[in-house]
């Protein structure tokens, strides 16, 4: 059975125009179906039109919501936000071009070039104080369809300025500080195709259309709404005569100003005018003023009358104001009025015959008024009402007779009141009522469904229900969402209406089962959701595991955040027809084999707390949603993990999300790691060395303690053991330095630093290596104080210190960094290990240098990028130990790389170039 109503049609309609932006008239369009709800089959053409509508100005606009910057892209002009002063130049086949938000302040005749593709430009919310338009400024656009300069500061138009736009369909001209002269001049002269008008809030007082409307036969929608339109008499709207309106919006303006009195006085100044939609709400309107209106609508063919926000009735503890009446509407009872919206207002009884002149009437909207009794035959009349919307009001108990006279409605919504006591036998009588919202109620009993015969949807959500005391429920749909049921027990009740297929029972508290009735075999259940309750506790007990076992026909159970731990045995048992089962949102931890139906295709079960599941459990499914799961990643997981890894690399994948939804959870070691990047090789191997497991922990235990106690022992003598050390590094270096092998060089280093840090280089090294200042000093150093020849070229002594030292040693310091001649040292010094292939520079930081600040200077990050680099020790006790490193390193002689041999071969690999001294 085909569960498909006019509350869907209006909802997807709804979602559609929630998803995409759209145009100013397909907004109006779109909130004249809505009010309708497409309820009625007489409206299902129009519906048709509505969606066509939706589907090309939505989509148009959804292109245009990420839009470029100053270009055009795909014949579209993006020119918005561009601070332009004039029209940019585009090329002529261009079909969109918008120039909102710049600096405009005029168009004239030659502002644009010949456009012959141009259907849309928009010129809105220009940043100037005024947009003027001079005549025949659209002359070259000769098919334009539509026309936005809406949103600025003030348009002033000259005569002319719409001439020669004879394919202009749709203009929009809101917020302008336009006043009724837009319309009672003939600016619209050439409009031959217009077809829509909006002219919403501006400052117009008064409507007196010029004559030139006559001759506009296309013209059918009209927006006026935020103005300050205060009076409308006969004769006014003259030049709309014999013209049908698909939608005239005159709401938010002060046609409270006029009172009854004056209504009567004005005539009819809709005389000989069609509509399919008046919008008269936001006005302030009370009962006398439209009892008034509709005297002068009187004759008037028209299918939708909206006066939303009005102030009829009193209100809840008031008497100021009246209820409508029998006299209130009876002014259109020749009008064929087919919908009325008088919602949000005031309303607290509904009187009888209020309605009894709109016999033709589909759809009555009452919602969000403060409606709190319905006298007995307040419907009379209306025989043809499909569609009765009395949600958001203030009725606490409906009586039998609430609901007289309207026996072909299809559609009540009675949700969000406070009602808590429905009569029995107050919907018998509605024989084609197929459609009963009482959500968000106060209802504790639906004794009252005994005496219905059928009715195809019913909607008790959000009530106090505690238990289903109804005898038999002859529905189709049934939602109890958000109650107080706590008996799962019902359903075996439920299962004994033969037309119930659909079962909502989320967000209860269903925790125990109890019932003297068993599950009918002959059900007609097909979708059950028992999501967001409490069933573990019923199993835990266990009850009513039998309850899914006579449900052949159940084609879609949900069970999420049911706090399932373990799913009992054999639970599914005699679900063959299931193919969507939802588990998600609970505790699993293990799925036995042979829990799931064998016949189900889409399962979800993420958001559990699933280990190690087996991929056999899921060979028959079409779709599966196994993310956000405590994958425990060892080897008893690798046939998933592989699994998983086929799965996200087929085209036709049974896997819902992506890589990222599935990690493990343990160990801790691989925590959030993607099971998608994996490696399960070495689980191969895990089963032949097990017997070795036992012996690696023994080896491995053994290694750590000796590790271990070798630790303890050094830092307890540490200073004996490096004082051996010390003294077989100077045995070595001693026998090295006094060799047979003839030093060809003059020093054994040249030590190269700024003066600034002279006294702690002599304090530091020259008094730890240098001979001269100890004979037990092994070295013969270079240093500028002593060696370098007086008068000399600085340059040239630094070039005989470099090329006359077995090794250079730059001591790197903030001052370093600023001498400019010690950073041509540096560099003369680098250069020198390209000409002897040796690795002849020793690079010592002092001081708190970062790797940015050595990085600054070529040569220095040329050599960084090399080779490694000495650190002066920020502990005293380590400076003997870097004093021997750096011995060992003036000592050793080492060959360059191939890599940077061939970089040597290269001419001018470095040059050495003349600085200044930074001081």
Known sequence: MQLQTTKQTA??????????????????????????????????????????????????????????????VKRIGFFGYCNLTGIPFVQNNIKRLVLTENYISELNATSFPVLDSLYFLLVNAQKTEKLTIRNHSFRNLPKLIELDVSYNRMLILDPDALAGM???????????????????????????????????????????????FYYLHNFHLLQLKHNQISRICEGDLLSFERKFFTVMDLSSNDLSRQDATDWKSCGKPFRNIGFNTLVLGENGLKVEQVESICNSLNGITMMQLKIRNHIMGPGFGHQNFKDPDNSTFAGMKNSNLQILDISKGSIF???????????????????????????????????????????????????????????????????????????????????????????????????????ITYIKFI??????????????????????????????????????????????????????????????????????????????????????????HDLPLLEILYLDNNHFILLPGGIFNGLSSLKNLSLSFNSLTFISPGTLPANLEVLDLSNNLLYSPSPDLFTSLHLLDIRRNNFYCDCSLVTFINWIQEEMNTTNATLVGSPNDFYCSFPPELAYEL??????????????????????????????????????????????????????????????????????????AYLCYSKKDFQWVQSSLLENLDAHYCEKNLFHLCFEERDFVPGEDHIMNIRQAIWNSRKTICIVTKHFLKDGWCVEAFNCAHSRYFTDLKDVLIMVVVGTLSSFELKRYRPIRAFVQRSRYLKWPEDSQDVDWFLGNLSYKILQEQKVKDTDQQVANKPNALELKTVATIS
């Open 166 to 212: 004879s394919k202009l369909e749709n203009l929009l001209l809101y917020y302008n500080r336009l006043n009724g002269s837009i319309l009672e001049n003939d600016y619209f002269k050439d409009l031959k195709s217009l077809e829509y008008v909006d002219l919403s809030s501006n400052e117009i007082t008064y409507l007196k259309p010029h004559p030139i």
């Open 11 to 72: 909802e997807h309609l709804r979602s559609a125009t929630e998803k995409k932006p759209t145009s100013r008239r397909t907004e109006i369009l779109v909130n004249t179906a809505m009010t309708a709800g497409c309820n009625a089959e007489k409206m299902s053409i129009w519906c048709i039109r509505i969606h066509h509508l939706l589907f090309i100005f939505g989509g148009t606009l959804t292109i245009c919501s990420e839009m470029p910057h100053c270009e055009v």
């Open 349 to 451: 009884t509904l009187h009888p015959y209020t309605f009894a002149n709109l016999s033709d009437l589909v759809l009555l909207n009452l919602a969000e008024n403060k409606i709190n009794r319905i006298d007995k035959d307040a419907f009379y009349g209306l025989l043809e009402l499909q569609h009765l919307n009395l949600s958001g009001n203030l009725l606490g108990e409906i009586y039998e007779s609430a609901f007289f006279g309207i026996p072909n409605v299809k559609i009540i919504l009675l949700q969000q009141n406070h009602i808590g006591a429905i009569q029995y036998g107050t919907f018998q009588n509605l024989e084609n009522l197929e459609f009963l919202d009482l959500s968000d109620n106060a209802i504790k009993t639906i004794a009252f469904y005994d005496y």
């Open 459 to 548: 909607m008790l959500g959000s009530n106090k229900l505690r238990t289903v005391d109804s005898q038999s429920m002859n529905t189709a749909y049934l939602d109890m969402t958000q109650n107080n049921l706590e008996n799962l027990g019902v359903l075996y009740k439920l299962s004994h209406s033969p037309t119930l297929q659909i079962i909502i029972m989320k967000h209860n508290r269903l925790s125990y089962c109890i019932s003297d009735k068993t599950m009918n075999k002959s059900n007609s259940l097909r979708h059950l959701d028992l999501s967001d309750n409490m069933i573990q506790l019923v199993w835990e007990k266990p009850q009513c595991l039998d309850i899914f």
């Open 675 to 748: 099971l998608y990047n994996i490696t399960t090789d070495v689980c191969d191997e895990d089963l032949v060395l097990v017997p070795l497991k036992i012996s690696l922990f023994l080896f491995t235990t053994t290694i750590i303690s000796i590790f271990i106690t070798s630790t303890i022992i050094y830092n307890h003598f540490r200073g004996a053991f490096f004082g051996l050390y010390k003294r077989l590094i100077n045995l070595l270096l001693t026998a090295q330095k006094t060799g047979d092998t003839p030093d060809v060089y003059q020093y054994d």
